[in-house]
């Protein structure tokens, strides 16, 4: 039996059609797997590719459901996966001990699955090692920043800036509005992949208001909610109005400071107003916007692509922004209770000149920590 948690609900029907491509270069059976089927029965739209295929598809997530962030919408994408096209799947949340990402992922590869999914960079030493031990088994990571993977991966880049600048520009408006020219950021980390988030954050503040400032502070982690609430405190007590989290489950902190002092944040990843809105209405309420990856979107699309047999792997980089449809902001109800029309129209005219070219922001993969850390200390409050 496997020592780590599944996400599972069986469907049965009185006959199953098991037909998967093997693409591990091992075999193996199922055995003690625990896993969703996806409705073999075809769709109003005829049956498709995948649901005649009945792939296999497993999601290795570093790290566990519950941040209401991107974990929760990947998850959300493998549910459409199975209902949708029909798919056989699998959600593993392998949690935060990294010793054991090796051994869920070659027990994944010996049980025949079609597709391995990941998400986010933490488990990609593991990933580049097993692609390397399993050559013919295919590989997805839905979000990364790291490069230098095998030809049997496919690395999805979500242009973090692109949505940030957005996020950027709403927080300097609201700012401005309160009678502030500064705002805040809280990432989990201080590291290239958080400070991406951050640069476009302040890119896209300064493209509507060139006098604002952006305080930012880091967790230290991704889950320490407690840490996060006190930065968003002290931040919140010095004057700023908005923050902009960037900090996985631990940015739910934010949300309980801006409730607990009538504040405004700004999600991450997913729509995160949405997310809380049935379990605490209240914190909802204070999340004006997020800026997200549409995971729910794309993810599904590389599916059928695959099914399909179009999708291309070479271990190269596939990189979604505004303009493809990858990332974007929670345009919800929400955002249109407390953005002005005037305000709305500035984000959205940012948002054409972002997609058009005319708006050029940094390229921040290609930045250096010393490029970034500028960036960050000019814009940093006297």
Do not use: W
Request: proline letters at 2%; a negative charge; glycine letters at 10%.
């Amino acid at each position: 039996m496997k020592k780590f948690k599944r996400i599972t609900s069986v469907l049965f029907a009185c006959c199953l059609l098991a037909v998967s491509v093997a693409g591990c270069g091992k075999s193996g059976g199922n055995a003690g797997k625990e896993t969703t089927a996806g409705s073999a029965a075809a769709t109003t739209t005829g049956e498709t590719k995948a649901e005649a295929k009945k792939l296999k598809i497993a999601l290795l997530i570093p790290g566990n459901l519950g941040d209401k962030s991107f974990f929760d919408g990947s998850k959300a994408a493998m549910d459409t996966i199975k209902e949708k096209l029909g798919a056989q799947t699998d959600v593993v949340e392998m949690g935060t001990d990294t010793t054991k990402y090796l051994a869920t992922y070659e027990d994944y590869c010996e049980d025949g699955y079609d597709l391995i999914m990941t998400v986010s960079t933490a488990g990609d030493d593991v990933l580049k090692q097993v692609s390397a031990q399993y050559p013919d088994q295919k590989f997805i990571n839905l979000d990364t920043d790291s490069v230098g993977f095998g030809d049997n991966v496919l690395a999805v880049v979500t242009k973090s800036n692109e949505m940030s600048a957005l996020a950027g520009a709403v927080a300097a408006l609201k700012a401005k509005e309160a009678g502030s020219n500064t705002i805040g950021f809280i990432g989990g980390m201080d590291i290239p992949g958080i400070n991406y988030f951050l640069v476009g954050y302040i890119e896209g503040a300064q493209s509507v208001n060139p006098d604002v400032k952006v305080k930012a502070s880091y967790v230290g982690d991704f889950t320490d909610s407690a840490t996060a609430k006190e930065l968003a405190l002290i931040m919140y007590n010095s004057g700023v109005p908005i923050i902009y989290q960037a900090a996985g489950g631990a940015g739910l902190g934010v949300f309980e400071a801006a409730t607990s002092l009538d504040k405004l944040a700004i999600g991450v990843d997913s729509d995160q107003a949405a997310s809380l809105e049935a379990s605490n209405p209240d914190q909802a309420k204070h999340i004006i916007t997020s800026a997200m990856k549409k995971v729910s979107v794309y993810a599904v699309d590389l599916v059928n692509q695959y099914a399909d047999g179009t999708l291309t792997f070479g271990g190269k980089s596939l990189a979604l922004g505004l303009k493809d449809g990858g990332v974007g902001l929670a345009e919800n109800k929400y955002y249109d209770a407390l953005m002005s029309d005037e305000q709305k129209n500035s984000v959205k005219e940012l948002e054409q000149k972002i997609i058009s070219g005319e708006v050029k922001l940094s390229d921040v993969q290609s930045m250096s920590t010393d490029d970034i850390a500028a960036i960050r200390s000019k814009a940093a409050p006297n």
